[in-house]
Each structure stands twice: as C-alpha cells, then as structure tokens.
C-alpha cells in the first residue's frame, strides 16, 4: 500500500512524504494455520483493493494460474496445478514445473502492479524444500512495485527474509482451554 501525505506549512513550502508497500510474515510451526490471513486478504478486498493469494504448495484440484478462483471482484486465489498437495522435498518432475510455472507467474502478475495485496501461502516452506531459491524471492520482495503489500506465510521463515519484514507475527497454540 501507497500513501502520500502532505503537509501544509506556512508560504509556499510543501513536502510530501511516500510511505511503501509492506512486507509481513506470518510464521508458525503448524500447517493450515493462518485463517487470520486469509481473513486479513478477504477484508482489504471487501474494501475495494485488488489481492492475490497464492498457495505454492496446496493442489488437489487440478488449478493452476489459468483457473483462478474469484472471490468477488477483488481476490484471484490461485493453486499450484498439483494432484496433490506438497509435504516434502522430494517430488515428481511434472510437480516441479507446475510449481516453478506458478511461481514465474506470479512474478510476473506481482510486476505489473495489477494487486495491491499479494498473498505467498508456505512460501517459506518451498524454500526450505529448496523447490524456490531464497535468492529470488528476496530479489522479488525488493523489486516488486512499491505499492504492493506481501504478506508470506509458512514454517520456519529464514532469517534473510526476516530481516526484509516490516512486520513478523508468530503463531502459537496455547495450552489455556
């Protein structure tokens, strides 16, 4: 998210400040853990901004980025072209190239500025698999248009990437009834 801000001072002398696109992380040690995500997405698009969610390793229904689901006018929830949803480092080579597709992808879309919120659902999990090089998503975190908002999700969200968020929330069970 964009915003400029001005300030009237006395005479002619205005100043206008830029405030950039955020990056936030939401980590926790349990998958499917992030609902408030989800509802955080749904909201900002209830208000008129256009989101992606983009969940690397769910699949199960034979999706990808040709067959978005549209939720309202606002939100684009894509998934990887999957028979199945990703546990582990080790898959097939067809696996591989629809995950790889979704994430040039979403490159690309992210590029363009088309999305003002942009989801990356167990992205850090991809990394940690070594199925998405950390090297380019940082690149892509620093190159994306500066009106577009990240916010990443997943276990065990390196420390580079940390180091990048302007915000990093930690998700734990509590043993409290």
């Known amino acids: 998210m964009v915003s400029q ?54 699949g199960g229904i034979g999706q990808g980025h040709e067959h978005p689901v549209k939720l309202g006018q606002n939100l684009d929830w894509l998934r990887c072209d999957l028979p199945r949803c990703i546990d582990t480092a080790e898959i ?22 088309k999305y003002s919120l942009v989801v990356l659902d167990e992205l850090s999990l991809a990394i940690n698999f070594g199925l998405i090089p950390e090297t380019e998503v940082l690149a892509f975190l620093e190159n994306r248009p500066c009106h577009v908002d990240v916010i990443l999700t997943g276990p065990e969200v390196s420390e580079s990437i940390r180091n990048v968020a302007d915000q990093i929330t930690e998700l734990r069970r509590s043993d409290r009834p």
């Open 5 to 58: 801000l001005e300030t009237q001072a006395t005479g002619s002398n205005r100043h206008s400040y830029t405030i950039g696109g955020l990056i936030q992380v939401f980590t926790s040690p349990y998958r499917s853990f992030f609902t408030n995500v989800m509802a955080q997405a749904l909201g900002i698009a209830g208000q008129g901004r256009t989101v992606l969610v983009v969940q690397f390793l769910k």
């Open 92 to 113: 097939e080579d067809t696996e591989m190239l629809a995950l790889l597709d979704l994430w040039r992808y979403t490159q690309s879309v992210v590029a363009e500025g």
